[in-house]
């Protein structure tokens, strides 16, 4: 019986002239166009890191490999310092948590505020879901102005408006949490089965019904999973803050970290608390991650 598929010879057909199955050679030609691409960025990556780093080495006041055999030195004397007085660390930790707490509270109202702005930008930007289909590039060029602008210009712009203190901090880090997490909820939404919403636009179910009962649904157990990401990172991001007089934990490790102030045991404590605090952040967010995403 002749083979329909392959021909009147059993087995794969070969091009004429050709040993190789049919598409074989398709295939090597686009594996080795695969590997000439992948070569080709490699070779820029490293040319690009190469020129990065001697532009930056230039700019060095003392030269990078000139002081790289000093990198321990400071965190020698600080750890040598902090061991010598390491009978005052508990009281010392006990001392900070007020700061720390401050600095939670900094990340958790930013984060709060950032997820509300950015469950609604997200909406607006979504194609297929958004509510007015001409905005959608102005929602998602305002997305990418939040997540351009780092926190820290956003904090040391509002410092001279409204003076040092927690509430810069507060609206520095919920304008990059609406950016960041705007962009993320867009990308979840989209993915987001439309026959719910088409059965409610059926019944005559306005804009923000449809969204609350046909899409939020959908993607809350991932919006959570993220806004959740983002609180660890709020928290890193407020105690980076206290640097430039923003309050909480960040203040007093600046203030710690004077040279010659003779308090680096400060400086392990407040660096203790900080990461186990972020140690029990990220297991606590894990824990709700996998309940909401995976039931377990």
Do not use: C
């Amino acid at each position: 019986m002749v083979d329909v598929a392959y021909g009147p010879e059993p087995g794969p057909r070969r091009k004429q002239g050709s040993q190789e199955p049919f598409g074989t050679e398709a295939y090597l030609a686009m594996v080795r166009r695969k590997r000439m691409y992948g070569g080709i960025l490699l070779i820029l990556f490293v040319a690009m890191m190469a020129a990065g780093f001697q532009l930056a080495d230039g700019r060095n006041a003392g030269g990078f490999w000139q002081g790289l055999h000093q990198v321990g030195a400071f965190p020698s004397e600080v750890l040598a310092e902090a061991w010598a007085r390491r009978a005052n660390l508990p009281g010392l930790a006990w001392q900070f948590v007020p700061s720390l707490i401050e600095t939670l509270n900094i990340a958790a109202v930013s984060t709060l505020l950032g997820g509300l702005a950015a469950m609604a930008l997200a909406l607006l930007s979504t194609r297929g879901l958004a509510r007015w289909f001409r905005l959608i590039p102005l929602f998602r060029r305002m997305l990418d102005a939040f997540r351009a602008v780092p926190e820290i210009v956003v904090a040391l712009v509002l410092i001279f408006i409204l003076g040092g203190g927690p509430v810069p901090a507060v609206i520095a880090i919920a304008l990059h949490t609406t950016g960041a997490l705007g962009k993320l909820f867009s990308e979840v939404a989209e993915n987001a089965d439309l026959r719910p919403v088409e059965g409610l636009t059926s019944v005559g179910a306005g804009w923000g019904q449809r969204m609350a009962l046909g899409v939020l649904p959908q993607v809350a157990p991932n919006w959570i999973s993220y806004a959740l990401l983002r609180f660890e990172i709020n928290v890193r991001a407020s105690a980076i803050l206290g640097f430039v007089g923003e309050g909480g934990i960040g203040h007093d490790l600046k203030l710690a970290m004077q040279w010659g102030g003779g308090k680096y045991d400060q400086v392990v404590a407040i660096f203790l608390i900080l990461f186990l605090t972020i140690v029990a952040i990220d297991q606590m967010s894990d824990h709700f991650r996998n309940r909401l995403v995976k039931g377990r």
